[in-house]
């Protein structure tokens, strides 16, 4: 499922006995030790007392914690005993209080549970149909459909909504149900069309290629729309590229240059005569298993740098790599956004870019942040 996936501890507990064999205690903590002979780590007192779940330590209704174990001197329990049917560890703290701990409370408490990882199908080249890519239209999307949506999105990095109506009240109403948007200096939901007195080249109606957009914040907006509300010329097209697909082709056969791209931070920023964002990001992102979360690649947005001499050499030839395969025509998914396709990517793993056009083009769009997107996630249940 997961990408470079690393066991979670959940899926540990999956395939263990469900009951627990005995417990281990000392002055310092707890082990618990089941029938096919695992035994766990020692769990410390004052996490224990910190991961309790009953009424006097954490508060259902606000899913917050209550039980503040720094005010306590010292975390030592009275007794810790085997529940009915070896289900649970019972612990009477001596001051009243009687906690309850499952197997899943002991083994499932997992800081890296990762809800962007799960089950990407990388491309390396246009391996899907477009049928895989689209979802129906509806002025009033069901959960169901924003699932299939995001899905879609989490497969393949992207997916099209097909005959929305092509005028930004609708898209606006639509892209609403992703959650709040990510207000960027562009504003929430924006509608452009091609002005060369904007400071910026997608205002333009020369090629672009392939990049992510906003790498000059400290937390880019996560999914990115585009919607074609009309387009009375010519070119123009669309290209997408899975930079998790680069990245992983990088790690195989350029390790090197992975590593250099994984570790090295680069300054991007947008400089205009009013605003002035920088930030200093590598351009392969992992999180703490390993697992791909983001690729800040854009050429046009990399501010100045000098990393000594042979840093900086090391680093062009690196990114010439990454730059060489974004711009491969067999790694890019190039199509027409027509008036009815909303668009809808995710900017942390495909670059996107354009060809140049005639005429004029008339687009909208918005983004979305990651936490207003993870949130919808769970809110789905996207990851079961
Ligand atoms: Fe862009």
């Not at 005010?71 to 009477?92: H, K, T, W």
């Not at 929305?164 to 509608?191: I, K, M, R, V």
Request: proline share 4%; net charge negative.
């Amino acid at each position: 499922m997961g990408y470079l996936q690393v066991p979670t501890i959940e899926k540990r507990i999956a395939d263990r006995p469900d009951q627990i064999a005995d417990i281990q205690v000392n002055q310092e903590g707890l082990k618990i030790k089941l029938s096919d002979g695992y035994v766990s780590e020692l769990f410390p007192w004052i996490w224990i007392r910190d991961h309790a779940t009953e009424s006097h330590s954490f508060s259902v209704e606000t899913q917050q914690r209550t039980v503040d174990v720094f005010s306590e001197a010292e975390v030592s329990p009275a007794s810790a005993i085997l529940g009915e049917d070896n289900s649970f560890v019972q612990i009477d703290w001596g001051t009243g209080i009687v906690s309850r701990y499952s197997l899943q409370d002991l083994l499932g408490a997992n800081p890296h549970r990762d809800l962007l990882s799960f089950s990407p199908r990388l491309w390396s080249e246009v391996n899907f149909e477009l049928s895989d890519l689209q979802v129906a239209y509806s002025e009033t999307p069901t959960d169901s459909q924003l699932r299939e949506l995001l899905l879609k999105v989490q497969h393949y990095g992207f997916c099209l909504v097909e005959n929305c109506p092509a005028n930004s009240e609708a898209t606006d109403q639509f892209l609403e149900n992703l959650g709040p948007y990510f207000n960027s200096h562009w504003g929430d939901f924006w509608e452009f069309e091609n002005d060369l007195a904007e400071e910026d080249s997608a205002y333009g109606c020369e090629y672009i290629g392939p990049h992510n957009d906003c790498c000059y914040y400290d937390h880019a907006p996560y999914l990115q729309t585009f919607h074609c509300l009309m387009h009375d010329g010519t070119g123009g097209d669309s290209l997408l590229v899975d930079g998790f697909a680069i990245a992983k082709d990088m790690r195989e056969s350029e390790p090197e240059s992975y590593q250099i791209l994984t570790s090295q931070k680069v300054p991007y920023q947008c400089i205009n005569t009013d605003i002035s964002y920088c930030s200093q990001k590598p351009v392969i992102q992992t999180n703490n298993n390993g697992e791909l979360q983001q690729i800040c690649f854009n050429n046009a947005d990399r501010g100045k740098f000098w990393y000594g001499y042979e840093k900086t050499k090391q680093f062009y030839d690196a990114y010439a790599k990454f730059y060489q395969l974004a711009n491969d025509p067999q790694r890019q998914y190039r199509f027409k956004l027509t008036p009815g396709n909303l668009l809808i990517f995710n900017n942390w793993r495909l670059l996107h870019g354009r060809t140049a056009f005639t005429g004029l083009r008339k687009m909208c769009g918005s983004y979305h942040g990651i936490d207003s997107v993870v949130a919808r996630y769970r809110s789905l249940a996207l990851d079961n």
